[in-house]
């Protein structure tokens, strides 16, 4: 795990399900895990700052979070409209777009590729962070880009058009450092390069 800005920590590891490694976040105030993954000690790398929620950016991002739930205790939030995915279990509570979920930490939608898909908006004491889902990623050592098309349904270019109008309204928030649930975070100039994405489309 590495401190990417002031009290926001990043790993990635290996998910079996996808085929590649994936990231996961630890925002130290609050506590609050997103997207969790196991790091590679496990959650003895918590001991001492036990989590005490676990955000997901969508429903299909759950990954290790019942490793945590046992050994901690946390519940586990994902937007209202991906409670589908956990009838009959896991636990997963509901929350809803504008709802501060932890302290300093307020969800915001970016929908299109699937209704539940998030963007959390983190409040930190250097310009803040956007942390996104599935609706834009950022493979390693490039810009900033959407999924595949094959990923987005029947009509990938309205995904795009619809991921593109969501990403405009998020501009309007104070962030200068973006988080991938797939893909390496962007560590300043996150808000400017997300202007010149959408404007670019």
């Excluded at 001991?47 to 955000?55: A, F």
């Excluded at 937007?79 to 995915?85: D, M, N, S, V």
């Excluded at 490039?142 to 998020?170: I, N, Q, W």
Aim: proline share 7%; hydrophobic share 40%.
């Amino acid at each position: 795990m590495k401190e990417i800005v002031p009290g926001i920590l990043h790993w990635t590891a290996f998910h079996e399900g996808i085929g590649f490694d994936v990231s996961s976040y630890f925002v130290e105030r609050g506590a609050t895990l997103i997207d969790p993954m196991l790091p590679p000690d496990g959650v003895e790398a918590f001991r001492g700052r036990e989590p005490e929620v676990i955000l997901l950016t969508n429903r299909h991002h759950y990954r290790h979070s019942d490793r945590f739930v046992e050994a901690f205790g946390c519940p586990v939030r994902c937007h209202a409209a991906g409670l589908h995915e956990f009838e009959g279990g896991p636990e997963v509570e509901g929350y809803a777009f504008g709802q501060e979920l932890a302290p300093g930490i307020t969800a915001h939608p970016v929908g299109s590729i699937c209704p539940d898909d998030t963007a959390l908006h983190i409040r930190t004491a250097d310009g803040g962070a956007l942390a996104f889902a599935d609706g834009l990623t950022r493979p390693r050592g490039g810009g900033l880009t959407f999924v595949p098309g094959f990923l987005m349904g029947d009509e990938p270019a309205a995904v795009r058009a619809g991921l593109r109008e969501s990403l405009r309204r998020l501009l309007d928030l104070d962030f200068d450092h973006i988080l991938f649930a797939h893909g390496e975070p962007l560590i300043g100039g996150g808000r400017a390069a997300l202007r010149d994405f959408v404007a670019g489309g």
